[in-house]
C-alpha cells in the first residue's frame, strides 16, 4: 500500500463528493458529517461515475440508474453480492489522504 495525497478538505465540504484519479484509477471521495471515505468510483451496474452521485447522509445514489451504496464500508443496497472496495482515508492537515 502507498499513500496518496488526493484533494483539499475544502474541496470536498459536508454532504459532498468528488472523483479523483489516483495511480491510473478513478476513486470517489465522500465527506459524511465531516468524515472523509473512499470508493471505487465506477459504479457496478454500468460504470455511472459514483463521485458525480448524490449523497444522503452515508448513502451515495449512482447518478445513472439509482444504484444505491454506503461509501463507510462499500456495500451495495440493491444486491448484497457487490460491494465497491473502499480505502482507508486520513486527514493530513488540510488534505485528504487515502492509502491504496
Ligand atoms: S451505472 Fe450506476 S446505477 Fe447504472
Same mark, same amino acid.
Given at each position: 500500500?502507498?499513500?496518496?495525497?488526493?484533494?483539499?478538505?475544502?474541496?470536498?465540504?459536508? /454532504?459532498?463528493?468528488?472523483?479523483?484519479?489516483?495511480?491510473? !484509477?478513478? #476513486?470517489?471521495?465522500?465527506?459524511?458529517? &465531516?468524515?472523509? @471515505?473512499?470508493?471505487?468510483?465506477?459504479?457496478?451496474?454500468? /460504470?455511472?461515475?459514483?463521485?458525480?452521485?448524490?449523497?444522503? !447522509?452515508? #448513502?451515495?445514489?449512482?447518478?445513472?440508474? &439509482?444504484?444505491? @451504496?454506503?461509501?463507510?464500508?462499500?456495500?451495495?443496497?440493491?444486491?448484497?453480492?457487490?460491494?465497491?472496495?473502499?480505502?482507508?482515508?486520513?486527514?493530513?492537515?488540510?488534505?485528504?489522504?487515502?492509502?491504496?
Amino acid at each position: 500500500m502507498a499513500s496518496y495525497t488526493v484533494a483539499k478538505i475544502s474541496e470536498i465540504p459536508e /454532504g459532498d463528493c468528488k472523483s479523483v484519479t489516483v495511480d491510473g !484509477e478513478a #476513486i470517489a471521495l465522500f465527506n459524511v458529517d &465531516g468524515k472523509f @471515505y473512499a470508493t471505487e468510483d465506477t459504479c457496478k451496474h454500468r /460504470g455511472g461515475s459514483l463521485g458525480k452521485g448524490t449523497l444522503n !447522509e452515508s #448513502i451515495i445514489t449512482c447518478p445513472l440508474h &439509482g444504484w444505491t @451504496y454506503d461509501v463507510t464500508n462499500g456495500a451495495c443496497e440493491m444486491n448484497p453480492q457487490v460491494k465497491l472496495n473502499t480505502y482507508p482515508v486520513t486527514v493530513e492537515g488540510e488534505t485528504i489522504v487515502i492509502e491504496k
